[in-house]
């Protein structure tokens, strides 16, 4: 099973992701992948992201600033830390489940970052991913899998799909 969970920027759905991991964790989960993580200066403004995997390696996915090849609006994307850290674990088969969070722009900058995630989706392997809103051809192709099932997440319907992506993942297993 291919779960995608779909939204608005900050609408919850790695707030979601993070739930049902800890769940399945608990429940013996073997997980692999990643988080993307927003930084912020002391005065609460966005500096960089970072890239956080689940056998707690860390490093840096975008600053402001960063000169790269791979640029999106004032952030220069980090493709060598991309692709060192999310790479092999996209790649893991020895997990239950893969985690991406997130297909989004600066992610799908790297060309081997989505060729990793089109070999997960047809892996055996369950994967959820969060995926960007953008207007991306990418993000409409993973979208328009036949072998995927997305969930829009919404103020509205954020509070019961946690319980709906439980309860997907553990009837898939």
Known sequence: MNLL??????????TIVEQVVAQLQADGWRVSGFFTREVRDTLGQRTSFKIVTFDGAEGELARIGLASPARIGR??????DLERLALPRLRARDADLLVIDEIGKMECA??????AVEDALDAPTTVLATVGTGRL?????VRERPDVE????TERTRARRLD???A???DSA
């Open 168 to 170: 997907r993942l553990r």
């Open 5 to 14: 969970l779909v939204g608005k920027p900050g609408v919850g759905k790695t």
């Open 75 to 80: 952030y220069g994307v980090n493709l060598q």
């Open 110 to 115: 790297s060309a081997r970052f989505r060729r």
């Open 137 to 141: 051809r990418f993000f409409a192709a």
């Open 150 to 153: 997305v969930l829009e997440v």
């Open 164 to 166: 709906d992506v439980l």
